[in-house]
């Protein structure tokens, strides 16, 4: 146990191990890992500002590592990208400012409106996400791969079919995507993500991805690489905001940072050997178990009492097991299907044709 600051006592072996988890996570599913990482935090005892703001930190340099591998095995849409990156730096600072209103307040009450929004944000998100996978799975295993979002990644929703249909000016063609829409749609969606990543600490990565897959109809591979890098800028911005206002502890996000480095490569390298499907596996599962630490930490914040707080640590460090074993499992069938090796027919069918 290390005093990183004056009564915050943290266990820097541990950090670095949710580091590594979070990382291999982050790097296969083309997000930030912020929705796993704030709640972490705020579960090993940081006051919420102070989670969000070196959660922010610890992101931007790992987004950093996450986009030039993702760059480097083209799944990357640099013109959507940047504008995405626009929307995301201006949501940035309308997040900071509501956070650093409610600093002011009486009692824990940053903390609890940042964990209630951040619960009510993945439960959304996350029983969304779950249908989707279960939906696509079904179809993909009854052998529709045709129109269905079980194919190689290109998702065709009616939500993106209608903004695509719109004509709004500037109305940008995105070669690398292949699709054409509204500039304005894309820099609304980094918008509405960068507000989250400022508030609330979690980089928005959980959103975004599933945004441009399914509203901006972008595809899978494609939204993983070019949501990293849309959020690149926006957490850069988020964390010299967040460092003005002495909300940044530089300590945990180095502690964190080899371990999140190492499995963000090794998370990133995956994505070339499975489907679109697989990732959306992986992200739906690690979302939905980001949930229960941070309820649990909610009830010890409004009741006191402290068994709360206890089951929200294990719980927390549990529940991660799910998704890094999901992407371990993954790495590992894709190993074995590209040395000519049997796998079983679920993992085939995950599995990239190329």
């Known amino acids: 146990m290390v005093e990183i600051a004056p009564g915050i006592v943290l266990n820097l072996y541990l950090l670095g ?187 928005g990565g959980f959103m975004l991805c599933p945004a441009l897959i399914y509203l901006i109809g972008q595809p899978s591979m494609m939204a993983v690489g070019t949501n990293l890098l849309g959020l690149l800028i926006g957490l850069a911005f988020s964390t010299f905001r967040h460092g003005m206002l002495g909300n940044v502890e530089l300590g945990v996000a180095l502690a964190m940072l080899l371990g999140t480095a190492i499995g963000t490569f090794i998370g990133a390298k995956g994505t070339s050997y499975v489907k679109g499907l697989a990732v959306r596996y992986v992200l739906a599962a690690s979302v939905v178990c980001a949930i229960f630490g941070p309820v649990c930490t909610l009830l010890y914040f409004v009741t006191g009492a402290g068994a709360w707080d206890t089951a929200a640590k294990i719980i927390t460090v549990a529940l991660m097991v799910v998704p890094v074993s999901g992407v371990l499992t993954l790495l590992t069938m894709a190993l074995r299907h590209s040395r000519g090796r049997s796998v079983p027919r679920w993992a085939m069918r995950l599995m990239a044709t190329d």
């Not at 951040?118 to 009854?142: F, P």
């Not at 609304?188 to 979690?202: D, K, P, Q, W, Y």
Request: charge should be neutral; glycine fraction near 14%; proline fraction near 2%.
């Open 17 to 203: 191990g949710l580091g590594t988890a979070i990382g291999l996570i982050a790097g296969f599913s083309g997000v930030s890992g912020g929705y796993m990482l704030t709640p972490i935090l705020m579960v090993m005892g940081m006051p919420a500002p102070v989670a969000v703001g070196s959660s922010v930190a610890l992101m931007s340099a790992n987004n950093l590592i996450a986009v030039i591998r993702h760059r480097q095995m083209g799944h990357l849409d640099l013109k959507m990208g940047l504008i995405t990156a626009a929307g995301t730096m201006a949501g940035a600072e309308i997040g900071v400012r509501l956070l650093h209103g409610l600093q002011n307040a009486e009692g824990r009450v940053a903390d609890i409106v940042v964990l209630a929004v951040l619960i009510l944000t993945l439960i959304l998100v996350g029983s969304s996400m779950l249908r989707e996978v279960i939906k696509s799975s079904a179809a993909l295993a009854n052998g529709d791969n045709g129109q269905s979002a079980a194919d190689e990644g290109e998702v065709h929703t009616a939500a993106c079919d209608f903004l695509q249909g719109l004509s709004i000016f500037p109305h940008i063609r995105f070669t690398k995507s292949k699709l054409r829409i509204s500039a304005w749609f894309v820099l609304a969606v980094g918008m509405g993500i960068g507000i989250l990543s400022g508030f609330l600490g979690i980089g």
